[in-house]
């Protein structure tokens, strides 16, 4: 070709047709630059789903292949089409068919220019195996190994010549695939065949090459671009070592290492021209070797294209490398000069992959939902991506490739960190925020890597990808609002978006003054002997305030967010009440269930919105905050935290099982300004009288000191001992006596009364105990009050000062007014949490279900269709509370009443009411005569009530919780409960604590685990979340993470969601204002998503949201079979068609298979109903064939059968005659007549 | 109850090779400790079968031991043509000729392990494209209850630490439901002689150090997934069974390749069961229902 210069290939190609064989950033890339100065058409391949991507904005014309997504690949094909539209020549991008020898030749057979090199000259430097013959030839330095691809003999001698460890290399392989490291001798053999039969699998080539294993490398390549004239530029050097399992992520010209000398630079620049004019090549090449710590070079490739990181080399020199290309491929004279080039600028390129990191590089296909750029000062980017893309999953991963540029390799770091800052790809993961670790590592900054750095840093996984908090806030809103109701608050679907809303929550908040602020609390605070004698001594009543925990903890709806807590707060600290119950029992856990609270980071919040009074929690002696018993260490840690966060600390065993509270008491009374009160679970009952309960306090008191190393009458002033009757059973002069005998044993001892409503008699019990000398007493404020819980506050007062004559400290007008500002918020609560039943029920004091218990139970009931039994169960409580004797409260009143509701609905299930009834009366015969008295059926028959009891149930028989109170029951309650297995389980029973048998956890173990989930290290609290309540603590922090604080969302937005067309405004917790208008919501698609658009601050985005099922039913568009036509054969149900057995014109009898559908692995013959002929096949399919199965539609028409036409009148024959107006028969030649119709 | 075990030597509507007690005690070792295990056998025939018979120790249906036929789904449906396989009862293949898989895949099937085909009663309580599962948690159940912990990849081939120890198949024709089962027992095939695409490898009871013989385990297992479907799948609500068939369901939050018919194959998070039995995945971020797909975990 005659040597051109530039200016005449300008010329030459002006208007002309240039194809770019590709698709996403490349051809984008390669589509600008025929544009830019050759001004030449730029067409761009496409396939269908290609068609609308970013990157086909950059071409002027698509060249369309259709639905095929391989059809790339296909080279002849796009020759035609190239042909048919008078193209002119081809450029193959990089990927696909880009180093395919077989593309310039059919390119040159059809006339078509094609921008690269030579057949010839590509498969000179392509192949691995020539390019190492060719450099040895050379005396360019090569990794030690085979010359081309070995078997496994000649592969052992070469490898024990180099010595290993070895890899082994498919011929056919690249881009690091078809890699296997042989560490010694006896690996060799079996990695071989594995190898080969890797290579033949992934690259249709089993060959393999043995290679030296060299441990510390750069990856450094040198650019070149050559003409057809024998001019040859080789650029400085890329490089390419932070990889990940060969694949290149980031790339960066001139190389930050401090190995490369200008020496090596130019030994590395001169090997690559030597290879390039040696074959004659011509275009642009990368030149690629491993160079070691040392800095000794090994070539290990050429690739013979344009490559993904070209873009750095052009940003370092300020030109346009794929013009050059252009240029020379027409036969234009090199433009580019050894002398005039003088490199300027710094870059360094990261691949920003649709990818998730963390997730194993998993790619990432889907919508990007949000799109922002970076841009300023020393960025290029080159995109596929732009906001509503579906990104597809059809090809690779590379969404864009950002380079950063400047001066000094400082500078475009810099740049690039920004840049990085700036990108917002939303709705898809990306590799940017493992780019932005990448880029502050220490050791990233120091260029100091190799080609392992990122599989030998895997703190470069622990981040957290986070969008703004607003954003993720307003996703949230878009959810509840297209949904109607909270999903979080798992409450199921307990509205719709049709239901009528509460007014918006703009609450009312009468002023608190500073003089009342600044009054301090009549308590002292921070020690314990201080505090205790101010209760002791004072003359009044004292009164701890239960509106924030007791009350409102049930479920997770009727909970308390922080936000509410943090409006009520500040008037409950004024109240003078002698502490505040905040947290502990349920109310820990429920914090996680639905709130996405994190329980102790509420309760620093407490401490400071309502630092004046003593806040007081609730633990369950060996559960602590869980729900079974904890190892000691675990009970340690999170005993400190509590000590951290409260100053009185109740702690209660369900069976006054007193070595169970030891190790907490070992933690609080260790702290001076903790108050430890510990709390004697109360029954009513045969058996729990005031002797009894005398005893347990005796063995409370001996723990407590012996913990404290004191006496017991000394301990007895140092603690404050509960009193909980969670059942509300107690009457007022069962207290009277109880607290005057406690007194009177130990005058020190300060009491402090605990009691449920559900009985009604809350008012008097109270008083009685107060008047018979307990010091506090739990009530809550009036709006909060519901019969479930404690008393109201205001009139226990005036009961105890007007009636008993008793004084009391509150500060009544604080009350009144934190009771007005409760009266605001609970509506929003109530309206969709309220418990089912919140009535007194006298009859408590026969079952002794406990307060909240009482209606969870009877929701249960209700919602398993049980309700009519309900009656039946409470009896079976009341008669079971007689036999097993311990006290109804939590966790022991869940196993009582699921006893109950196992043996009742059991035994209707076994004979209906009629059953239920007699198991009763069974039980009420058991209950009410001695042993002796009872007949020998009736012994026999009393077996029955608890043979369907559960394991909590036989863990509690068997002492697994702790020692029974009054004793184990009767052996022939083990007869019932065991069967067979009783007398075994007798023998085994114990009396020791449990936490005798629990072992220490391995924390470090555990923290790592939880590591491996959230992927990043825990707070300290996040951690005692997790120990305590592992998937709710998760999923809290997850979903913490996926929405920030839901805290900043006012009540009836967080319950209701907001109205398309209201304003929200709401406050993120870096207390940036922000305002949120839903647009619209669509109806549902058929994938049951709504999309919901809106405008936050002045942004419009839109998010998916799954509001109903996927309805799969469409049967819309297809023919339906008539069911009364019997030769309408249909689907069955909806499935797969995977085989089709006959054709139109062939007769079937009945009962033979028409077609096969699989349904989940259940194949389903569909047989003829009828003898008939098969007149039509809507649907077709042959898996063994083609492997393809076709979708069905129950009830869709797939085979339509006709009457059988005629049959050959001949009896041996009888075949079907299905071609009309023949005179003989087909299949035996007998003539035909009229007379044979069917 | 007793009931019976038959050996047959000859099938009306279905080839196969004539088989006498001696004749199965030497089709394998496993089989020899069968046989020497059970009571005699007294020849016995009607118009349906030819063969032997005698009493199986306790159990739930009849069980009828065959060898060389096409499949022991084939005598079973020949057995139901002929009037002769109540709900639970079953046949037992010593061997197979042309064993199958779904799509009618080849399933080799040398003697030693179980190629049976057992009658499953037709949905009652759930929505029948939950058959499938529910005889997959039946027959994990009943592994369970043997000592040998499972899980299903969905729908129904059962896992013994991700390798696929049992392949479930049901076939419903002329109003009978057949769950076809193999288990690898004594054999099982090499990672190099599965289907191309294959998920997961396969795995053999023996290998893994439990001792069963074909008979022996396919008494136990019948009888215990009987034991499982009377007191456990009729006794849950819709729901109660999906969770429970959830609970048994290998890779439940993980992330796996799915492979399915139009989404090529794609990483998705497995999320449960749908109300059907359909696989939920989170693909992309949303959460899609599908009917019909293979998994295979992501090392």
């Known amino acids: ?1238 | 109850m007793s009931f019976p075990v038959y050996i047959l030597s000859k099938l009306q509507g279905c080839s196969m090779r004539p088989l006498a007690p001696e004749a199965l005690g030497g089709a394998h070792a496993l089989w020899q400790r069968d046989v020497r295990l059970l009571p005699a056998f007294e020849p016995c025939r009607n118009e349906v079968y030819e063969g032997y018979a005698t009493s199986g120790g306790p159990g739930c249906g009849a069980v009828f031991i065959c060898d060389g036929v096409g499949s022991s789904l084939d005598a079973a449906h020949a057995l139901h043509a002929a009037g002769a396989l109540p709900v639970w009862t079953s046949v037992l293949a010593v061997s197979q000729q042309s064993g199958r898989g779904q799509m009618r895949r080849q399933w080799v099937s040398p003697a030693g392990n179980i190629y049976a085909a057992l009658r499953f009663p037709a949905a009652s309580n759930y929505p029948d494209s939950l058959s499938s599962l529910v005889a997959g948690y039946v027959f994990a159940r009943a592994f369970e209850m043997c000592g040998i912990d499972v899980r299903m990849k969905w729908p129904n081939d059962l896992l013994l630490d991700d390798c696929k120890m049992a392949g479930i198949l049901l076939e419903d024709r002329n109003g009978a439901l057949l769950v076809g089962i193999g288990i690898n027992v004594a054999h099982f095939p090499r990672a190099d002689c599965l289907r191309e695409g294959a998920a997961v490898p396969a795995c053999g009871l023996a290998a893994r150090g439990f001792d069963f013989a074909p008979f022996e385990l396919w008494r136990q297992l019948v009888d215990r997934a009987f034991f499982c479907y009377r007191n456990e799948v009729l006794r849950f609500s819709e729901d109660g069974l999906i969770s429970r068939l959830e609970a048994y369901l290998a890779w439940v939050g993980r992330v796996v390749m799915i492979h399915g018919s139009d989404l090529g194959s794609c990483p998705g998070r497995l999320m449960g069961l749908s109300h059907d039995g359909a696989l939920r995945v989170l693909l992309s971020g949303r959460e899609q229902v599908l009917h019909s797909c293979s998994l295979s975990p992501i090392s």
């Open chain 1, 1 to 1238: 070709m005659a040597i051109k210069t530039f200016n005449q290939v300008l010329e030459e190609v002006k208007g002309k047709p240039i194809l770019v064989a590709n698709r996403g950033i490349p051809a984008r890339r390669i589509c600008r630059s025929i544009r830019e100065r050759f001004d030449a058409v730029a067409v761009m391949t496409a396939t269908d789903i290609d068609k609308t991507s970013p990157a086909a904005s950059a071409a002027q014309e698509l060249l369309l292949l259709g639905s095929d997504p391989r059809a790339y690949l296909d080279i002849d094909r796009i020759i035609r089409l190239a042909k048919q539209r008078g193209i002119i020549a081809i450029h193959p991008g990089w990927g696909f068919s880009s180093e395919d020898p077989r593309f310039p030749s059919r390119c040159a057979e059809a006339g078509l220019l094609y921008i690269g090199s030579t057949a010839e000259a590509m498969n000179l430097l392509g192949n691995k195996v020539q390019v190492r013959r060719l450099a040895k030839q050379l005396g360019i330095p090569v990794v030690p190994g085979s010359e081309g691809a070995v078997d496994v003999p000649t592969g052992r001698k070469i490898a024990e010549e180099i010595g290993f460890p070895v890899m082994l290399k498919a011929e056919g392989g690249g881009g690091g695939r078809g890699i296997f490291l042989i560490k010694s001798q006896d690996e060799l053999e079996d990695a071989f065949v594995k190898a080969s039969t890797m290579a033949q699998a992934s690259f249709g080539n089993p060959r393999l090459y043995v290679e030296k294993y060299l441990p510390s490398v750069r990856h450094i390549e040198i650019q070149v671009i050559a003409d057809m004239h024998g001019n040859v530029f080789a650029f400085d050097e890329r490089d390419c070592t932070v990889q990940r399992n060969h694949q290149k992520l980031i790339e960066i010209t001139p190389s930050p290492w401090k190995g490369i000398t200008p020496e090596l630079r130019a030994r590395l620049k001169d090997y690559s021209r030597q290879l390039v004019q040696e074959v004659g090549y011509y275009s642009l090449c990368t030149v690629e070797f491993l160079v070691t710590d040392d800095g000794t070079p090994y070539l290990i490739e050429v690739n013979t294209r344009l490559q993904v990181e070209h873009g750095i080399t052009e940003c370092r020199y300020g030109i346009d490398l794929v013009e050059e290309q252009i240029a020379v491929a027409f036969g234009a004279q090199l433009r580019l000069k050894e002398d005039d080039m003088v490199p300027t600028q710094h870059a360094i390129q990261v691949r920003i992959n649709c990818e998730s990191p963390q997730n194993d590089f998993a790619p990432n296909a889907g919508l990007v939902t949000r799109y922002v750029s970076p841009g300023g000062p020393g960025i290029r980017l080159d995109s596929n991506l732009s906001a509503g893309y579906e990104f597809p999953s059809n090809y690779d991963s590379a969404g864009s490739l950002l380079i950063a540029y400047g001066k000094g390799w400082e500078k475009a770091l810099a740049t690039l960190n920004r840049a990085l800052r700036e990108y917002v790809v939303g709705g898809i993961k990306t590799t940017i925020p493992f780019f932005k670790q990448i880029v502050k590592h220490p050791k990233f900054l120091d260029a100091d890597f190799d080609t392992n750095f990122i599989a030998r840093t895997p703190e470069l996984m622990c981040y957290t990808d986070l969008e703004p908090e607003a954003e993720r806030l307003a996703r949230l809103v878009a959810e509840i609002s297209a949904k109607g109701y909270n999903p979080h608050v798992k409450l199921d679907e307990y509205r719709t978006r049709e239901t009528p809303r509460m007014p918006d929550f703009r609450p009312v908040l009468p002023e608190i003054t500073s003089r009342v602020r600044k009054t301090a609390s009549p308590y002292p605070v921070g020690d314990r002997a201080a505090l205790l004698d101010m209760v002791r001594d004072s003359g009044y009543v004292h009164f701890t305030d239960t509106t924030a925990r007791d009350i409102t903890q049930s479920n997770s709806g009727n909970r308390f967010r922080l936000a509410e807590d943090a409006l009520i707060g500040p008037y409950l600290d004024n109240c003078n009440f002698f502490s505040l119950e905040n947290g502990g029992g349920a109310h820990f856990h429920v914090a996680m269930l639905a709130n996405m609270t994190y329980p102790f980071t509420e309760a620093a919040h407490w401490n400071q919105f309502a630092p004046k009074t003593a806040k007081q929690i609730l633990i369950r002696s060996t559960n602590i905050l869980g729900y079974k018993p904890q190892p000691r260490n675990l009970m340690r840690l999170t005993g400190e935290m509590i000590c951290d966060h409260y100053q009185i600390i109740r702690c209660f065993d369900f069976l006054n099982h007193v070595d169970n509270m030891r190790p907490f008491a070992e933690v609080a009374l260790n702290r001076s300004g903790v108050v430890f009160e510990p709390a004697i679970s109360l029954s009513w009952a045969r058996g729990f009288d005031v002797p009894h309960y005398l005893q347990v306090t005796e063995a409370i008191l001996r723990m407590v000191a012996d913990v404290a190393g004191v006496s017991s009458a000394k301990a007895s002033s140092m603690i404050i001992l509960g009193l909980k009757d969670m059942a509300g059973v107690c009457p007022p002069r069962f207290m009277t006596e109880l607290v005057t005998a406690l007194r009177k044993a130990w005058p020190q001892l300060v009491l402090h009364y605990h009691r449920h409503f559900t009985d009604g008699l809350f008012v008097p019990a109270v008083g009685a105990a107060a008047k018979a000398g307990a010091h506090i007493v739990d009530t809550a404020i009036g709006a909060s009050v519901r019969w479930y819980g404690q008393g109201e506050v205001l009139s226990t007062a005036a009961y105890i000062e007007d009636e008993l004559g008793l004084k009391t400290n509150l500060n009544k007008e604080m009350i009144r007014s934190c009771n007005f500002v409760l009266k605001q918020i609970m509506p929003y609560y109530d309206r969709y949490t309220a418990p089912y039943f919140q009535g007194i029920d006298y009859d408590v004091v026969e079952h002794a279900m406990p307060g909240g218990a009482t209606s969870s139970s009877q929701e249960g009931a209700m919602k398993q269709g049980y309700i009519h039994l309900l009656p039946y169960m409470l009896k079976f409580l009341a008669g079971t509370r007689k036999i097993v004797r311990y006290h109804d409260v939590t966790p022991g009143s869940q196993i009582t009443w699921n006893t109950a509701f196992l043996a009742v609905t059991s035994a209707y299930k076994r004979g209906g009411e009629q059953e239920v009834r007699y198991l009763l009366e069974v039980l009420d015969n058991v209950t009410r005569h001695s042993e002796a008295d009872l007949s020998s059926e009736m012994k026999e028959a009393r077996l029955a009530l608890y043979q369907d009891s559960n394991d909590a149930f036989r863990d509690l028989l068997m002492g697994k919780y702790g020692k029974l109170p009054l004793g184990f029951p009767a052996d022939w309650v083990y007869q019932s409960a065991f069967g067979n297995e009783w007398q075994r389980a007798v023998n085994c029973r114990t009396e020791t604590s449990p936490l005798e048998f629990v072992e220490d956890m391995d924390l470090a173990a555990e923290e790592r685990g939880f590591v491996d989930i959230i992927r990043r290290k825990p707070t300290d609290e996040e951690f005692v979340m997790y120990l305590n309540h592992p998937g709710d603590a998760v999923a809290t922090i997850q979903l913490r993470q996926q929405f920030g604080d839901p805290n900043n969302l006012p009540l009836h937005v967080w319950f209701e969601g907001i109205e398309p067309g209201r304003e929200l405004n709401f406050t993120d917790s870096h207390g940036k204002p922000h305002q949120m208008t839903i647009l619209s919501i669509s109806l549902p698609d058929e994938s049951g998503m709504s999309v919901v658009r809106y405008v936050l601050d002045s942004e419009i985005m839109s998010v998916d949201i799954q509001v109903a099922e996927p309805h799969a039913d469409d049967v819309q568009g297809l023919e339906k079979a008539d069911p009364a036509n019997a030769y309408h054969v249909a689907a069955p149900s909806n499935g797969d068609l995977w085989v089709m057995y006959v054709h139109p014109g062939d007769y079937v009898k009945k009962g033979e298979e028409l077609f096969n559908i699989s349904i989940m692995k259940q194949e389903k013959a569909v047989l003829a109903p009828v003898d008939g002929m098969v007149r039509r096949v809507l649907r077709t399919a042959d898996y063994k064939e083609n492997k393809q199965m076709v979708p069905v539609k129950g009830g869709e028409l797939i085979v339509e059968l006709g009457p059988v036409p005629t049959l050959c009148p001949n009896e041996k024959c009888r075949h079907p005659i299905t071609i009309e107006g023949v005179g003989f028969c087909p299949y035996c030649g007998d003539k035909l007549d009229c007379a044979c119709k069917a």
